[in-house]
Structures are given as C-alpha cells and as structure tokens.
C-alpha cells in the first residue's frame, strides 16, 4: 500500500481570479454587489406637522446624514450611481393638518405625503453640499417616495389615538444606495417594454376603437423594434374599417376592436449604445405616424390621443407599469414614460 503526502494550497482572491481567468473559466461577476445603508427617523416630525421637522428631528438627523457622508466617501467609486428612496409611514389615527389654520382632518397618507416632500429638501440640500465639495460628482436620483398606511386598526371614538401600539406605524426613513454600473447593464440587458391597451380595463367612455394608433417607439434616442421584427407600436384595432392598406398594422386583424399589445426587446447590442452615453435616466419616447396616409380626418391625420399603457420588465424580472397619453399630431414626439436602469419610476430633481 503506498501513501502519498496531501498538502492544501491556499491562495487569495486575486491570485483565484488570475488562475480562472487564464482557462478561461471566470464566468462569474467579479463587480462589488449594491451597498445600502438606511436613515430611520421615528420622531422627525411632530404630530400632524409636516413643513419643518421637530428640533429634536433635524438633530437625528444631522447626525445621521454625517454618516451617511462617510458611507458615501467610503463605498462610492468610479461608474456607480447614487440613488434615493424615501419611505414614509402613518398610523389609521384621524389625522390633522396641524401645519395649516384650523387644523383640518386630512385624508389618509396626507401626511406622509408631504413629509416624503420635505425630506426630500432637506436631502437636495444635502446632497447639493456634498457636489460642491466634491464628495459626489453627480447628484443622486430620487426614485418615487413609497407611502404606507399602519396595519394597526383604530376606531374613532373607541381606540385611544395616543396608544403606544401606533408608534410602529409612524416613520419616515431614507435609503441610500449605491448601483453599480455592472448592475445597471444587467437590468437593462434584455429589458422588455410593452406597450400596449387594455379594453377590459378601460371605462365605458374611454373605450378604444380605432386605426390612428401608430407610433414609433425611442429609449433615449435609439429606435426600438418590436419583437416581431416590425419598427412600430400599432394600437389599431378597427377592422371593420380597415382597408387593405391598414390591416398590416392591427396585430388581431381578424378582432374586432378590443386588446392590443406590441413588445420590444432591449437587446444587449441596444443596451451597449445606451448605457456608453452613461444617461442615468431613460426615456420612453412616442412618435405618432401616419404611414399609410389613411389615419382618421377626426385627428387630424394624426393619432388617437389618450390611448396606451407601458409595462417595462428589466433584465432581472423586476416588474413597473406606468400610464400616458401618446402623442396626438402628425410626426408629434411625445415622452410617454421616464424611468431609472431598473425601470424602476422617479421623482427628478
């Protein structure tokens, strides 16, 4: 029987990398993954006050942003974003304006609404600061503020507004999180935007039924083709009036009005051409246009105004809808949706 001596060879990251990379065997994403801290702030505001946090709020919060400055010097590097997330939350209590005369009842998520709106000065200023003293050399995205009405029910008149049970529902905190540029191409590596009109959601006045829907579609400049090869959305779905010329442009041309859907596909090849132009925002342009001439008298010969509903699925699987209203005149661009890398919707500066 013979022995033999195992002996185990240690080796850091860098020099397992340089190994793979030689058999080309890295497939993994070697890219540090997001990096995130969170402010938490339960005592920001008084009750029902929502124009300028309590004193004992801004002083929390000063410190917090101090080191939300030193997280920022310390994880921000070349090619990442700075993005912003506020979140606010409020209790089922009957609320009131205590910022306006008389102090009204507000509706539910008044408050945090506003809050959301203050917080969000507050950080422009902040972040302005840090700009100017070179800390960031952009300034961050605001995406769209989250807003939470409490789970803890109350009943006027027989709950206690002042019962310790509602504190949990009452807050507002921030995330700051760091994307890097490896992230962003992976959410829009393969992004699918749909465009499309939903009869069964629609009200019985808004009902579609037309063959002026016809648009070219933008991601920041670049034409986007549909899935199908075709370069256009089309939203026509009158076939009892659609002559030889136009029935090429309903995608059901044996349906009667109704559904209609176009989808396109950001392939890597677009991706690259948007992402080098280093946008921190995509925009989702529509042109309206008449290619057979035949569009209806009543619009001019341009296009049916108010119609169309955009579903945008980043690279991830991550899922945002938004709605428009497309252009209306011949040859007329219209932005019809804006939206971060992820597809995920803001609130611009």
């Given amino acids: 029987m013979s022995y033999y001596n195992r002996r185990k060879l240690i080796i850091n990251e860098e020099e397992k990398v340089k190994i793979l990379s030689l058999y080309g065997l890295l497939t993994e994403d070697l890219e540090e993954p997001s990096k995130q801290m969170t402010i938490n702030g339960n005592s920001f505001f008084k009750n029902g006050m929502w124009k300028n946090m309590s004193q004992e709020g801004m002083s929390q919060l000063t410190k917090q942003l101090e080191k939300a400055t030193e997280f920022l010097k310390d994880n921000l590097k070349q090619g990442m974003v700075v993005s912003v997330k506020i979140n606010a939350g409020e209790s089922r209590v009957t609320n009131r304006d205590n910022d306006s005369p008389g102090s009204p009842e507000v509706a539910p998520l008044y408050l945090s609404e506003k809050r959301a709106e203050t917080m969000k000065k507050i950080l422009t200023d902040y972040f302005n600061s840090l700009f100017s003293k070179k800390i960031i050399s952009v300034n961050p995205i605001f995406e769209k503020p989250y807003l939470k009405l409490g789970d803890t029910s109350y009943t006027k008149k027989i709950d206690n507004p002042d019962d310790p049970k509602y504190k949990k529902d009452r807050f507002v905190n921030v995330e700051i999180k760091l994307v890097s540029e490896p992230e962003k191409k992976q959410c829009v590596n393969n992004m699918e935007i749909v465009i499309y009109y939903d009869d069964a959601k629609a009200a019985v006045d808004d009902k579609h039924i037309c063959n002026s829907s016809i648009y070219n579609i933008f991601l920041n400049d670049e034409q986007l083709i549909r899935k199908d090869g075709?370069?256009?959305?089309?939203?026509?779905?009158?076939?009892?009036?659609?002559?030889?010329?136009?029935?090429?442009?309903?995608?059901?041309?044996?349906?009667?009005?109704?559904?209609?859907?176009?989808?396109?596909?950001?392939?890597?090849?677009?991706?690259?051409?948007?992402?080098?132009?280093?946008?921190?925002?995509?925009?989702?342009?529509?042109?309206?246009?008449?290619?057979?001439?035949?569009?209806?008298?009543?619009?001019?010969?341009?296009?049916?105004?108010?119609?169309?509903?955009?579903?945008?699925?980043?690279?991830?699987g991550d899922i945002n809808s938004y709605q428009s209203s497309t252009p209306n005149g011949r040859d007329e661009v219209k932005t019809i949706a804006t939206f971060d890398s992820c597809g995920n919707p803001l609130v611009t500066q």
Avoid at 252 to 273: H, M, V
């Fill in 230 to 316: 075709k370069t256009y959305a089309s939203l026509n779905n009158n076939r009892t009036k659609a002559n030889e010329k136009l029935k090429p442009y309903d995608n059901l041309p044996n349906k009667q009005g109704g559904s209609r859907s176009n989808t396109f596909i950001i392939t890597p090849e677009i991706a690259d051409k948007i992402l080098e132009k280093n946008d921190k925002v995509l925009t989702l342009n529509a042109q309206c246009i008449n290619p057979t001439g035949l569009n209806d008298k009543r619009w001019g010969d341009g296009c049916h105004t108010g119609v169309g509903n955009i579903r945008v699925t980043n690279g991830k």
